[in-house]
DNA sequence: TATTGTTATACTCTATAACTATA
DNA sequence: TATAGTTATAGAGTATAACAATA
């Protein structure tokens, strides 16, 4: 249902748009990545509004648990962020309890991370909202569908 | 890295899990969704830097030239936005004298929009810069791909 | 000089709540 | 009462710039 008109079809085409309620826009590769990032985002925070973390959030402390001492700028690069959108939510975790800095021994300029008790119950939680969240995600798709989703997303952002 | 370990793979997945850089945050579909929003993010403001547009402007920019007349609230529907949301994107749109507000003629409580000449020229332009960014985008997959790509997505956000 | 962390600043998106006007 | 628009407010993500400490 694109471009390539065949007049006798504009009408049907029109209706069709309507009905779609977003006309050529539904063409867009990037305009779908957009929304379903916002039906994912959206879901996400009602799965986390008991435990009050964010996708960023959780991502770090993800990571942290899986990679204690990790640096922040090691996040960054992972999680494809800037220096200082790290920082805001390193932050916001250390603020909150479940996250220290201690600065490396090897490298005086790092900050080596890791969560405190606090941060390692809260993963475990988070992982299991996680759970749910994916389960709510991948109920639309076969096992299949899902794997070749994910290598396809990879491939936008590697 | 727990879970489920077999011991005699664990140096492995250990291994494998730092190439990847993100461990088993790799598994994870909705993850994988929000770092490919990102890299479109990106690539997008970049694209529209000259335009100064950003993808929700775009988007109701689109739209509107779609189907002029339309009110905020059937932008918000479409767009999957909340009511301020819309007001403060179409603000900046008028703001910058692309797009103007009438009051509906059969509905009072609604605003009928329509594009400027200078919003009609942008949306032209704006559309260039959309096809220049889907050819970025859709560059790593094939037809058969792409098309299914839009059709999972579709899924997650219908 | 380059890297890492930090602070300050700013803009966009998103949403909630409360208010007004209209149906 | 319900709907559409509006305004005010706030939190989160993102980024740039400038600075300090370290390599």
Not at 100 to 117: V, W, Y
């Amino acid at each position: 249902m694109k471009v390539l008109a065949e007049p006798a079809l504009t009408e049907d085409k029109a209706a069709a748009a309507k009905a779609a309620g977003i006309g050529a826009l539904d063409g867009i590769l990037g305009f779908h990545i957009r929304l379903a990032h916002g039906a994912v985002y959206r879901h996400f925070t009602e799965t986390f509004a008991e435990l009050e973390l964010t996708q960023k959030q959780v991502s770090v402390l993800w990571l942290v648990g899986e990679d204690p001492g990790v640096a922040q700028i090691e996040l960054g690069n992972r999680l494809r962020m800037d220096r200082a959108t790290t920082m805001t939510i390193v932050n916001r975790l250390q603020a909150r309890g479940y996250m220290k800095r201690e600065r490396s021994a090897s490298d005086g300029r790092r900050q080596a991370l890791h969560l405190t008790p606090a941060g390692e119950a809260a993963l475990v939680q988070a992982k299991a909202c996680i759970a749910a969240h994916e389960a709510w995600l991948k109920s639309r798709f076969t096992a299949e569908e899902a794997e070749k989703l994910v290598e396809m997303l990879a491939r936008i952002h590697e």
